[in-house]
C-alpha cells in the first residue's frame, strides 16, 4: 500500500516516524499498555451540547470518500462524523469486549448469515435520510459496494470485497464485474448482492463469518447515493448521512469544517451523541508545534484535539496540569522488519538477524518504555488469537553470541553484508536504526542503513521484486478486530507477487504451505479454530523468519484543557471518539 493505503497509518503513527510517543496521562508516570481499552481514567458521563472543536493534523487527509478512505485516523472520524453503515462500534466504551462488539446503525439488527456464512442478510430501518432529506435505500448500500470493483477509479481503498463476493474471475484472476462506471458484467455483480424491499443479500465465495466486523471497521461497505457520484471526484465531497456534514469545499492542504447536518435524527441514531456544534480540520501543522500549542492551551486550542504523538524532546513538559490532559495507550499497530528471501535464502542467516535484533536499544532510542513495548510477534496484542512466540529470542537485547554462532553454522563469509532500508524519520527514529546496527555488527553482520523519504521513494523501492534491499522495515495494524487482515495481506504470495510488485510482501515470502493454511483457516467458519489455524500460520512465519518484529507503539495524545467525555476508541485505531467527545460549558 501506498501512503493513501493502511500501512502508512502505521508508518505516520508508528515510532518510527513520529519517533515521538509518551507518557500516561493523570500523573506522567508508567503506562498501562494492556491493549486499546486500557484507558485509565477516560470516563463518558452526561455531555455539555454546543461549542466548536478544532482537530490539529499533521499529514493530510487523502480520501473523504468511503470506498476510497483508508487511514485509520480518517475510518474513525468519517465514521462518527459523516457516514453511517449497516453496523458500527459502539461509542465512548472504554470495554476493549464491548468496543469490538459490533451494534445496529442503520440496519435493524446486526445481521444474519446461512450456516456457513457464505451469504449475509441485512434489513434497513425506516426512516434515515441523507443530507437533502431523500431516503437512505437498500440500493444505496449496493451502489457503494460495487464502486469498489471500479478498480481504475476507486483507487487506495481496501478492496476484500472483491476477493469474497460471488463474482466470476477473469483469466487474469481480475473480477468480471467492472464496477458500476462501465457496467460491464454488472448482470454478475446484481447475482451476487441483491435487494428485496429493505433487505440486502450478499453471496461469497468463501465463508465471512466476521462481515458484521469487517463493516463496522471500514467505511468500504457504507451507502452512496448514485446521483450524488461523480467517480474519482467524489474523492473530497462527502454526501453525508451522519450528524455533520461539510460547509463548503475541503482544501487538502489546510482541511475544512463540518457542522451539524439538519437532517440527521440524534433520536434514532443513539450511539453518536454529536455534542459540539462544529469541528474544523486544521492541516499541515507541524508535530512539534501541535504539541507546543496543546501544551500552552490558549485561546481557540482550549478545545483542540489531535491525533499526534508528543515528540520525545517533549516528553519533560508533560507535567501538573498538562498530564491531566495527556493519555498514553497501545496502539494497534505493530512494527517490524522483513528479510527478502530473494537475497538472504539461507534460513540460518535469518535466524541469526532475528536473534541479533536488539529491541530494546531500538525502543530506547525511541524514547523508552513511554514510546512503545516489544513485540514478540507481527500480531498486536489487541487482535482476538494474538498468541505471543518465544521464536525470536528475548523481547528485550539482541543476543550476540547465538547469532554468531548460527552465522558460523551457516558457513557464510563474514563479516555478511546487510542493507537495512527503513523510512526517513525524526532524530530518533535515525538513532533507534543505528542502535539495531550496532548489535547486528557485533554478530557478525556489516550493516549498511539505506533511509529513503517514506512520502514516495520507500514504497516504491521496497515492493520492488528486485529490490536489492536486505533487511525492509514495515508497519501494520488489523483492519479489523482478526488476524485475517493481518497474516494473509502481508505474505499470501498469491495476493502480493507479481512481476511488477510484491504488494505488502516486501520480503518476497512465497510459501505453498502458508498459503494453504490461509485458505484452511479462511474456509473455517468457526472463528475459535479459525484462530487456532492462525496461529499455526503464525508460528510457520515465525519459523521461516518471513518477519522480524520490533514493537507495538503507543499513541501519547495531548488534548486541550476546554475538552470533556474524553475517550480514545477501543476497537482497532485508538483514536480520539468524536461521537462522545464534547466542549465543556464554561469553555463555550
Known amino acids: 500500500m501506498g501512503r493513501t493505503r493502511k500501512r502508512f497509518v502505521a508508518l505516520a503513527t508508528s515510532a518510527v516516524v513520529a519517533a515521538s510517543l509518551a507518557a500516561c496521562g493523570g500523573d506522567g508516570g508508567s503506562s498501562s499498555n494492556d491493549g486499546v481499552g486500557n484507558q485509565e481514567g477516560q470516563e463518558v458521563t452526561e455531555a455539555t451540547k454546543g461549542g466548536s472543536i478544532t482537530y490539529l493534523q499533521s499529514s493530510v487527509t487523502e480520501h473523504l470518500d468511503p470506498q476510497r478512505v483508508y487511514v485509520g485516523r480518517d475510518i474513525s472520524n468519517l465514521g462518527r462524523l459523516v457516514y453511517r453503515s449497516w453496523v458500527q462500534f459502539p461509542s465512548g466504551t472504554t470495554d476493549a469486549t464491548e468496543g469490538t462488539t459490533p451494534i445496529a446503525d442503520l440496519a435493524t439488527d446486526t445481521g444474519t448469515a446461512n450456516e456457513d456464512a457464505t451469504e449475509w442478510q441485512f434489513t434497513l430501518k425506516d426512516g434515515?435520510?441523507?443530507?437533502?432529506?431523500?431516503?437512505?435505500?437498500?440500493?444505496?448500500?449496493?451502489?457503494?459496494?460495487?464502486?469498489?470493483?471500479?478498480?481504475?477509479?476507486?483507487?487506495?481503498?481496501?478492496?476484500?470485497?472483491?476477493?469474497?463476493?460471488?463474482?466470476?474471475?477473469?483469466?487474469?484472476?481480475?473480477?468480471?464485474?467492472?464496477?458500476?462506471?462501465?457496467?460491464?458484467?454488472q448482470e454478475l455483480f446484481d447475482q451476487a448482492v441483491s435487494c428485496d424491499g429493505n433487505t440486502i443479500t450478499y453471496k461469497f465465495k468463501k465463508p465471512w463469518p466476521d462481515f458484521p466486523l469487517a463493516i463496522a471497521s471500514l467505511r468500504a461497505f457504507d451507502p452512496v447515493r448514485e446521483d450524488q457520484d461523480k467517480g474519482d471526484r467524489s474523492d473530497l465531497v462527502p454526501f453525508s448521512s451522519g450528524p455533520y456534514m461539510l460547509d463548503g469545499e475541503w482544501d487538502e492542504d489546510s482541511g475544512g469544517t463540518f457542522v451539524r447536518n439538519p437532517e440527521w435524527d440524534g433520536e434514532e441514531d443513539t450511539n453518536r451523541q454529536a455534542n459540539f456544534d462544529d469541528i474544523t480540520f486544521e492541516v499541515g501543522v507541524e508535530p512539534e508545534t501541535i504539541i507546543e500549542r496543546l501544551i500552552a492551551d490558549q485561546g481557540e486550542d482550549t478545545t483542540a484535539i489531535a491525533a499526534q504523538n508528543i515528540t520525545s524532546a517533549q516528553y519533560n513538559q508533560i507535567?501538573?496540569?498538562?498530564?491531566?490532559?495527556?493519555?498514553?495507550?497501545?496502539?494497534?499497530?505493530?512494527?517490524?522488519?522483513?528479510?527478502?528471501?530473494?537475497?538472504?535464502?539461507?534460513?540460518?542467516?535469518?535466524?541469526?538477524?532475528?536473534?541479533?535484533?536488539?529491541?530494546?536499544?531500538?525502543?530506547?532510542?525511541?524514547?523508552?518504555?513511554?514510546?512503545?513495548?516489544?513485540?514478540?510477534?507481527?500480531?498486536?496484542?489487541?487482535?482476538?488469537?494474538?498468541?505471543?512466540?518465544?521464536?525470536?529470542?528475548?523481547?528485550?537485547?539482541?543476543?550476540?553470541?547465538?547469532?554468531?554462532?548460527?552465522l558460523e553454522e551457516a558457513g557464510v563469509e563474514t563479516p555478511y553484508p546487510i542493507t537495512l532500508t527503513y523510512p526517513i524519520g525524526s532524530a530518533s527514529s535515525e538513532?533507534?536504526?543505528?542502535?539495531?546496527?550496532?548489535?547486528?555488527?557485533?554478530?557478525?553482520?556489516?550493516?549498511?542503513?539505506?533511509?529513503?523519504?517514506?512520502?514516495?521513494?520507500?514504497?516504491?523501492?521496497?515492493?520492488?521484486?528486485?529490490?536489492?534491499?536486505?533487511?525492509?522495515?514495515?508497519?501494520?495494524?488489523?483492519?479489523?478486530?482478526?488476524?485475517?487482515?493481518?497474516l494473509p495481506p502481508l505474505f499470501d504470495s498469491r495476493l502480493n507477487l507479481t512481476a511488477n510488485s510484491n504488494g505488502q510482501d516486501y520480503g518476497n515470502y512465497d510459501s505453498d504451505e502458508a498459503n494453504a493454511l490461509i485458505d484452511e483457516a479462511l474456509a473455517e467458519t468457526d472463528l475459535d479454530a479459525a484462530n487456532e489455524l492462525w496461529g499455526q500460520l503464525d508460528q510457520l512465519l515465525a519459523d521461516d523468519v518471513a518477519y522480524i518484529p520490533l514493537d507495538t507503539t503507543n499513541f501519547y495524545y495531548l488534548r486541550g484543557s476546554g475538552i470533556e467525555n474524553y475517550v480514545n476508541s477501543v476497537s482497532t485505531s485508538g483514536y480520539p471518539d468524536l461521537g462522545v467527545i464534547a466542549v465543556a460549558e464554561d469553555a463555550q
Open 431 to 486: 538513532n533507534a536504526f543505528a542502535a539495531l546496527k550496532q548489535t547486528y555488527d557485533q554478530a557478525g553482520f556489516e550493516v549498511t542503513l539505506d533511509g529513503l523519504d517514506p512520502s514516495g521513494p520507500y514504497y516504491e523501492t521496497i515492493q520492488k521484486p528486485d529490490s536489492d534491499s536486505d533487511l525492509i522495515w514495515g508497519g501494520w495494524g488489523a483492519d479489523w478486530p482478526s488476524i485475517s487482515t493481518v
Open 128 to 185: 434515515p435520510v441523507w443530507q437533502d432529506g431523500e431516503p437512505i435505500t437498500c440500493e444505496d448500500f449496493a451502489y457503494g459496494v460495487s464502486r469498489t470493483f471500479a478498480t481504475d477509479v476507486i483507487t487506495g481503498g481496501p478492496n476484500y470485497i472483491i476477493g469474497y463476493l460471488d463474482v466470476p474471475t477473469a483469466d487474469d484472476g481480475s473480477s468480471q464485474y467492472k464496477g458500476p462506471y462501465t457496467g460491464e458484467g
Open 319 to 406: 507535567t501538573g496540569d498538562v498530564a491531566e490532559r495527556a493519555v498514553n495507550i497501545q496502539s494497534p499497530f505493530t512494527n517490524y522488519l522483513v528479510p527478502n528471501f530473494n537475497q538472504i535464502e539461507d534460513v540460518k542467516v535469518r535466524q541469526a538477524l532475528a536473534l541479533a535484533t536488539n529491541r530494546a536499544a531500538y525502543i530506547g532510542a525511541l524514547g523508552g518504555e513511554l514510546a512503545s513495548t516489544p513485540a514478540q510477534t507481527i500480531v498486536s496484542p489487541d487482535v482476538p488469537g494474538h498468541q505471543p512466540l518465544d521464536t525470536f529470542g528475548s523481547a528485550e537485547g539482541g543476543d550476540v553470541d547465538s547469532a554468531k554462532a548460527l
